[in-house]
């Protein structure tokens, strides 16, 4: 079987386990009530690799929101997007020059909102190992490959609190070399190492 056949095959199987990942690790702990949600849309590029590695980018500084952090190529899902999976598409192209043709579709992993007002759907795809990437410097200070195994490891994850608004909340850091990789991308990350059969959320 191919890398992307391999992936796809334990996607349907532990989307097949509905009650895996319960709400508290798909929604930001921090929203209170019904709040409205923006379609969002990452891209999780796998390079096709021995050893298969993953695609992640570094904002830049410059931006107002989430400047410097470790980030899924992606962003909002604009109207002449025909769905989820062609948003995270084009912001891959937009972000760091993948051509789109050169993604192979796996599958889509779970949604997670955001406390920012967003729905983020994450776009598994598998892509050549060495493309010439380029970061779009206006929003991407660089980009870089972290072994996929060590991303999804729930040894390498660190559960960590912090109070917000007189309670206590919990968030995910992977630390890979000198980056920190937390929020959101670790958040996504962690249920997806559920749904690939990496890790479960004891009872």
Known sequence: MTL??????ALEEGHRRADLIPLSEVRDPRIR???PLAPAAVLVAITDRAEPGLILTERSTALRKHAG???FPGGRVDPTDADEIAGALREAQEEIAL?????ELVGISDRYHTFTGFDVVPVLGV???DLPLRAQESEVASWFEVPLAYA?????????????AGALHHYYEIFWEERRIWGITAAILANLS???GHDHIAA
């Open 152 to 164: 999804l490891d729930p040894a390498n994850r660190v559960r960590r609190e912090v109070e917000f």
């Open 99 to 103: 051509p789109p043709a050169q993604v």
């Open 4 to 9: 992307a056949q391999r992936l796809r095959a």
């Open 127 to 129: 892509i050549p190992p």
């Open 69 to 71: 952090q470790i980030a």
């Open 33 to 35: 009530g019904d709040i």
């Open 194 to 196: 559920r749904r690939l």
